[in-house]
């Protein structure tokens, strides 16, 4: 498995389902190309006006969109984000606009000319049918456009059996899909394990969830918020 961060020096394009998909996925990353003189840009494909769980206050759909892209612009400012741009798509119907999302995603690629894709592998990650219709927009366009791809990856065993289980719990609002098979990663980052909670902080609406010392063991909870995991098409 290759350790040292191929994404330095480098334009990226990070492309999420949701606000909040970035920080507890690929903040320290994110960072250190940013910190290397290279460009992100992120692609948002829906506001997460569904994402309720965590929310204490009473509001509209219309209000959480504007609370998420509040905080994605937050995380923006913390990453050093050269832009964001958010498709705004319904939440949880994903897989319905995959046609235009691609067209987009195609226009986007385009104008940027990035020399990787970062986003969700066949699993999702965590299994949400958005993340999995996701992958597939962005694994079409990076082979038609010569992009390389690089996916998400849950970490190896001994911890990816914990976070399954956590994920399975959490199952409570939104599409999932049945399969739980995951892809094995060839690219281990070290990062910066506070930078990446002070992303997933600024995320306050959806903090409560994200936060690992909330979902899992302390033991999985410093390695998650010391390495990034990717499989490197």
């Given at each position: 498995?290759?350790t040292?961060?191929?994404?330095?020096?480098?334009?990226?394009?990070?492309?999420?389902?949701?606000?909040?998909?970035?920080?507890?996925?690929?903040?320290?990353?994110?960072?250190?190309?940013?910190?290397?003189?290279?460009?992100?840009?992120?692609?948002?494909?829906?506001?997460?006006?569904?994402?309720?769980?965590?929310?204490?206050?009473?509001?509209?759909?219309?209000?959480?969109?504007?609370?998420?892209?509040?905080?994605?612009?937050?995380?923006?400012?913390?990453?050093?984000?050269?832009?964001?741009?958010?498709?705004?798509?319904?939440?949880?119907?994903?897989?319905?606009?995959?046609v235009?999302?691609?067209?987009?995603?195609?226009?986007?690629?385009?104008?940027?000319?990035?020399?990787?894709?970062?986003?969700?592998?066949?699993?999702?990650?965590?299994?949400?049918?958005?993340?999995?219709?996701?992958?597939?927009?962005?694994?079409?366009?990076?082979?038609?456009?010569?992009?390389?791809?690089?996916?998400?990856?849950?970490?190896?065993?001994?911890?990816?059996?914990?976070?399954?289980?956590?994920?399975?719990?959490?199952r409570?609002?939104?599409?999932?899909?049945?399969?739980?098979?995951?892809?094995?990663?060839?690219?281990?980052?070290?990062?910066?394990?506070?930078?990446?909670?002070?992303?997933?902080?600024?995320?306050a609406?959806?903090?409560?969830?994200?936060?690992?010392?909330?979902?899992?063991?302390?033991?999985?909870?410093?390695?998650?918020?010391?390495?990034?995991?990717?499989?490197?098409?």
């Open positions: 498995m290759k040292e961060n191929l994404f330095l020096g480098k334009k990226v394009l990070v492309v999420t389902a949701h606000p909040d998909d970035e920080s507890p996925l690929a903040a320290g990353t994110i960072r250190q190309i940013v910190d290397s003189g290279g460009e992100v840009h992120l692609v948002c494909a829906t506001l997460g006006e569904k994402g309720r769980a965590y929310v204490s206050t009473q509001c509209t759909e219309t209000e959480l969109k504007e609370m998420r892209r509040q905080e994605l612009l937050s995380v923006g400012g913390l990453l050093g984000l050269s832009s964001i741009s958010v498709l705004n798509y319904s939440d949880g119907q994903l897989a319905e606009s995959i235009e999302f691609k067209v987009r995603l195609t226009n986007v690629v385009k104008q940027l000319q990035p020399n990787f894709i970062i986003s969700f592998g066949p699993d999702g990650y965590t299994g949400h049918k958005d993340h999995v219709a996701t992958y597939v927009v962005c694994k079409s366009v990076a082979l038609e456009q010569g992009v390389r791809f690089v996916m998400f990856c849950l970490p190896p065993e001994p911890y990816r059996q914990e976070c399954q289980k956590v994920f399975l719990k959490k409570k609002f939104g599409a999932y899909s049945e399969s739980q098979t995951c892809i094995e990663p060839n690219i281990k980052i070290s990062v910066d394990g506070e930078l990446k909670l002070r992303a997933m902080e600024c995320h609406s959806q903090v409560a969830g994200l936060n690992p010392y909330n979902l899992f063991s302390p033991a999985l909870a410093r390695h998650v918020l010391s390495f990034e995991y990717y499989y490197l098409d």
